[in-house]
């Protein structure tokens, strides 16, 4: 495989329900970001990993919980969320952390939120 | 934080058209991308731009970066149906994105 790759692609909870979404990259990249994409609304980060190390949390709620194993892994760990939460959620990749960099996404994982 | 507004929202338009979307800023940037993104899928990188009054050329698109660089612009020539999508430019050191530009260009 190459590139970023999400799964899954698409996901229905419920308010209550516990899951992971998981990106995976094949660039050899250093940094990993998580965004989410929302109708009528720019996109917006999330978290940032430098190295496997979060350097950024935009004021993202408890509820989104986000692992970085190591490099090439970023995963999403979401409970409880809410209706509002429903969204386009992508992975990107980049080099390193730097503003300059492109950024490498994957298609996304589209939440439903019940 | 870094708001960056974009020009029209949507567009429609025919095969063998112009068009020139608009990304503004009140700030500025170090530099500015500019990302198509199709349905279904994360978007891609098509050019970064980073001196102010800088044109760079993408076969039919021209990016333009203001020279006060605050602004940026995409000029497509003779569209093709292969351009629709979202257009989005990008920015900043927290990674701000604008509002995108929809993009159809009808065969």
């Known amino acids: 495989e190459t590139g970023v790759t999400q799964t899954p692609r698409h996901l229905v909870m419920g308010m209550t329900n516990k899951k992971s979404l998981k990106c995976e990259q094949h660039?050899?990249?250093?940094?990993m970001y998580w965004y989410k994409q929302s109708a009528k609304k720019p996109l917006e980060l999330m978290f940032v990993y430098n190295f496997k190390e979060q350097t950024e949390n935009n004021s993202v709620p408890s509820r989104f919980s986000p692992e970085c194993p190591n490099s090439s892994h970023l995963f999403l760990h979401l409970h409880t969320l809410q209706p509002e939460d429903s969204a386009l959620y992508l992975c990107?990749?980049?080099?390193?952390?730097?503003?300059?960099?492109?950024?490498?996404f994957g298609p996304g994982t589209r939440l439903t939120v019940l | 934080t870094q708001l960056l507004e974009q020009s029209p929202q949507f567009l429609s338009i025919q095969e063998g058209e112009n068009l020139t979307v608009y990304c503004n800023s009140s700030?500025?940037?170090?530099?500015l991308q500019w990302y198509r993104q199709e349905p279904g899928e994360g978007p891609v990188l098509l050019v970064t731009?980073?001196?102010?009054?800088e044109v760079k050329k993408l076969k039919r698109l021209t990016f333009q970066f203001g020279d006060a660089r605050k602004d940026s612009s995409l000029h497509i020539t003779a569209a093709q149906p292969g351009d629709t999508g979202l257009y989005l430019c990008a920015g900043g050191d927290q990674f701000y994105f604008g509002t995108g530009t929809s993009l159809t260009v009808i065969p």
């Open positions: 731009v980073v001196t102010g009054g």
């Open positions: 990107a990749s980049s080099p390193e952390r730097a503003s300059y960099n492109e950024q490498f």
């Open positions: 660039l050899g990249h250093n940094a």
């Open positions: 700030s500025v940037f170090s530099s």
